[in-house]
């Protein structure tokens, strides 16, 4: 494509965007969705086979079983005819168990977050369809996704599979997912219900929440989805409700069945499995997803059975449980349809994945319009790219919503394409590849390139490294290997298909049985310094950790996981033997052993690796450093929102050579800016692009698609000024999490108490520019609307996200948000054109619920409105009359 003019480029992208509409429906398929909650057919059929399952048969469809072709599983019942439910992980690509199919490849999509930042319900409709295909053509018919989480912090692991931190953008989003999913006869999962924020204690933790902000936050995103597009499934969360497991607690009975009306099955989450299979039943748990407790279900089943036959859970509660498992399986075409197992289009999906991701990519800085860039033979002749995975695509969030790519375009690789040959592209890594290790905390991991194997050649890097399956270094060590350095977090994070890290650091992640046991560890080699200077090196570790510099005990840690070192001056180019001894008993199936070796010293002090990446930057006309870091489900969150393995300095020391730097951010979430954003010109939000990652990325860099995301979630300026800085809000102490900023969340937050942030919600730049004109606000007592007109005022034609906030409403004794966002629309304007537009404001966005009342409650009287580009921008401003 690099001899493509800039017209057929454009073209390309604007055909794509059209397609992203209408890929993959059926004929007819956008015309109207089947209304399987309340068809009297769909519902007569149900009853008919009400009355012909037996006890055990219908304690069956409540039972998930352990199948490996499929993410979970439930038995058919071939005498009724009622297929199997074969289900599907999905929120970011259909995750393909089966290994004979397809590869267990399938399209891997940007992630949830990036299509937030498209605020577009035009491309979660094709998000959300192509998943469905692809799940459908690889023998699946539930699919687990969307997530509808609110993204309450940064540093939760999964803030990436679900879309923002505003309820009313991930309920939109959701909605139109939802739609494109069961337009195929496919189910939808919405989960995980509910005030699932945190990875920490996943399993224990208790999120302390008010009943307001449940009403006006954690639920709000499924009575939008409900209400929208009627989801066939819900799943219950691994955590505590004020104190209540989520898959045993009355909520799915008062609040998504009850007050949202939700007609569909709740199933558990795979190990969130209930305590007490009567409570769990009749607080409206439909279904029991099984867990690490072996073939069968620990609590439904033969237990269920029995529960039913002493009285513990009526009949009339288990024919309920069958009735809505059965109700969205036969509304939504199940049972004529069974899935065929068929090629995918990869190429065509391919490109549906990269137009998502050029639309989602958020320009956070452009200063002296570093950007687009412009091959020129006088103004740019050559371009050093820069970063530990740039030359792959492994950036994509950890855990059960990993894809298995069906092919991969590297950033380097796009942005060398898209250069052409007149322009000279080199690449150089600066740091090593980014791992499951990066998410242990503490300072970085001693580089691969000051250390050297004890029994390597001469060129090799790293440390030589020996484990025993074993805390006693008994007997030979099962694996001899050179590691890059020590920096292991094992377990959950190694378990097969679930790791996201760089393909060019070898761990233990193939090895399930040693990642997850007991373990010992020695590594061995030298130290060799950069520069002369005082270090501090030390241990992160969970265990019995020594280090041995030079034959001597330098540091020796026990107990819980912490860090220790000692500081000390080391002479460049001296060498100094290194030996670490590392046991551990593993902590639980999802936790083994955890140690780093880590080093702290003077930002003047550059590895020879990052020494490299900036004498390439230097010889360059422009230098683009690629940045990422490792989220993932698991056992613990991101332990700050810095870049690991000292990315932050890598980009100081290029912008200090090339002052025509331009970073781009590959996190599924926002990461810290604050400590190298002032050095450099050019920024840009990747999230996590997905497997058409270079192309995107380029498509962006050069102009070929005009940025248009905005962020979906506020970019703090670090860690102690958020909403949820306190340690007991996260992650929480003693197992309970105090979501004592109730509904003030996300920018709600920031705007109460005053906190400045790096970039505000809804935050996003262009290469042309937008200006607002004549509001017009109707109120009244129906849902108000605002009209106003949008010009682009550019030489270039782009996409404005238009947001309408609301500001508090006129009551006394209530505080509500400073703004929240009531509505949002999409214009796509040439250079010089306008819009005259209107978005309805809906009647809920102008109410609060009243805990004591147990109802929404909408004030009379006058409500600022606020139409812009973001949530701090007031381009317009005007006053909603509220009857």
């Known amino acids: 494509m690099s001899g493509m003019s800039l017209r057929k480029r454009a073209a390309l992208a604007g055909a794509l965007s059209a397609a992203l509409i209408v890929v993959g429906a059926p004929p007819g398929a956008l015309a109207q969705e089947p209304d399987w909650a309340t068809d009297p057919a769909v519902q007569q059929r149900v009853e008919t086979l009400i009355g012909q399952l037996t006890t055990e048969e219908k304690a069956d469809l409540a039972t998930g079983r352990i199948n490996n072709f499929y993410g979970f599983y439930n038995n058919p019942i071939e005498r009724l005819g009622i297929p199997a439910q074969t289900m599907a992980d999905g929120p970011v690509g259909a995750r393909i168990a089966n290994p004979n199919v397809n590869g267990q490849r399938s399209t891997q999509l940007p992630s949830a977050s990036a299509l937030g930042a498209t605020f577009s319900t035009e491309l979660a409709d094709a998000y959300g369809g192509l998943i469905a295909d692809e799940a459908f053509a690889t023998g699946h018919n539930v699919l687990l996704a969307p997530s509808l989480d609110i993204a309450r912090d940064a540093r939760w692991g999964r803030a990436f599979e679900g879309f923002s931190e505003d309820p009313l953008l991930n309920g939109t989003l959701g909605s139109a997912y939802v739609s494109a999913v069961q337009r195929r006869p496919v189910i939808a999962t919405i989960k995980h219900f509910i005030a699932y924020n945190q990875e920490t204690e996943r399993f224990r933790v208790s999120a302390q929440v008010d009943d307001r902000a449940l009403h006006e936050i954690y639920g709000r995103p499924y009575e939008i989805a409900v209400a929208a597009s009627r989801p066939g499934a819900a799943m219950c969360s691994f955590n505590r409700i004020n104190e209540v497991y989520a898959c045993e607690n009355p909520l799915m009975n008062t609040l998504l069945k009850g007050e949202y009306g939700f007609r569909g099955f709740i199933m558990s989450d795979y190990n969130a499995t209930p305590r007490n299979t009567a409570r769990a039943a009749n607080n409206g748990l439909d279904q029991e997803q099984p867990g690490d407790q072996g073939p069968g279900s620990a609590n439904f089943g033969a237990r269920l059975v029995a529960a039913v036959q002493a009285g513990d859970v009526p009949v009339s509660r288990l024919n309920d449980m069958a009735r809505r498992i059965l109700r969205p399986m036969i509304g939504l075409g199940l049972f004529e349809n069974p899935p065929l197992i068929r090629p995918l289009p990869q190429r065509e999906h391919g490109q549906i994945a990269r137009s998502i991701a050029a639309q989602g990519m958020v320009l956070l800085k452009n200063e002296r319009r570093a950007l687009p860039l412009r091959p020129d033979p006088d103004a740019l002749t050559s371009i050093a790219v820069i970063g530990p995975d740039a030359d792959n695509a492994s950036a994509q969030g950890g855990g059960s919503s990993v894809v298995r790519p069906t092919y991969t375009v590297s950033p380097l690789d796009g942005i060398r394409a898209r250069a052409g040959s007149d322009v000279r592209v080199t690449y150089a890594a600066g740091t090593d590849g980014i791992t499951e290790g990066d998410l242990l905390p503490g300072p970085a991991p001693v580089p691969s390139t000051v250390l050297r194997p004890s029994d390597g050649a001469p060129g090799d890097r790293g440390l030589s490294a020996q484990y025993w399956p074993n805390t006693t270094f008994s007997g030979d060590p099962q694996i001899s290997q050179t590691d890059v350095g020590v920096n292991v977090n094992w377990g959950f994070y190694n378990f097969p298909g679930f790791n996201a890290a760089s393909p ?95 080093w702290q010293h003077p930002d003047d002090v550059v590895s020879p690796a990052m020494s490299d990446a900036v004498a390439d930057a230097r010889a360059a006309d422009v230098a683009v450093v690629v940045v990422r870091d490792y989220e993932s489900e698991g056992p613990g969150d991101r332990p700050s929102l810095d870049l690991p393995k000292e990315q932050d300095q890598l980009i100081r020391r290029v912008a200090r050579v090339n002052p025509r730097t331009v970073v781009v951010i590959e996190t599924g979430a926002p990461t810290k800016t604050s400590t190298w954003e002032e050095d450099v010109r050019g920024i840009v939000h990747a999230w996590y692009p997905g497997q058409e990652q270079g192309n995107a990325i380029a498509d962006v860099l050069f102009g070929d698609v005009n940025p248009s995301g905005k962020m979906p979630a506020t970019v703090p300026v670090d860690e102690t000024q958020t909403p949820t800085s306190t340690l007991e809000q996260f992650p929480g102490v003693n197992l309970l999490a105090q979501y004592s900023e109730g509904i003030f969340v996300g920018y709600r937050g920031y705007q109460r108490r005053g906190i400045q942030a790096a970039y505000p919600f809804g935050f996003g730049l262009s290469y042309t520019t937008f200006a607002y004109r004549r509001l017009r606000v109707r109120g009244g007592a129906g849902d108000p609307q605002v009209t106003f007109t949008v010009r682009n005022t550019g030489r270039r034609a782009g996409t404005e996200v238009v947001q309408v906030y609301v500001g508090r409403l006129p009551t006394r004794f209530v505080a509500t948000p400073p703004k929240q966002l009531a509505g949002f629309t999409r214009l796509t304007l040439a250079p010089g054109a306008r819009a005259r537009t209107s978005v309805t404001i809906p009647r809920s966005a102008l109410s609060y619920w009243d805990s004591g009342a147990q109802h929404w409650v909408t004030p009379s009287g006058r409500v600022p409105v606020y139409v812009g580009g973001d949530s701090d921008d007031a381009a317009l401003a005007g006053v909603i009359n509220v009857r």
Do not use: M, N
Request: hydrophobic share 35%; net charge positive.
């Open 504 to 598: 060019k650091v070898p761990t233990l992640r193939e090895t399930r049985g040693l990642a997850t046991s007991d373990l010992s560890a020695r590594w061995t080699g030298s130290l060799i310094a950069p520069a002369t200077a005082e270090y501090t090196l030390g241990l992160t570790a969970r265990g019995d950790a020594t280090l041995r510099l030079d034959g001597d005990v330098f540091v020796q840690h026990t107990g819980a996981l912490s860090s220790i070192g000692r500081t000390i001056r080391l002479t460049a180019g001296q060498p100094h033997t290194v030996r670490i001894d590392y046991s551990a008993a593993r902590e639980s199936t999802y936790q083994g052993g955890q140690v780093r070796f880590f």
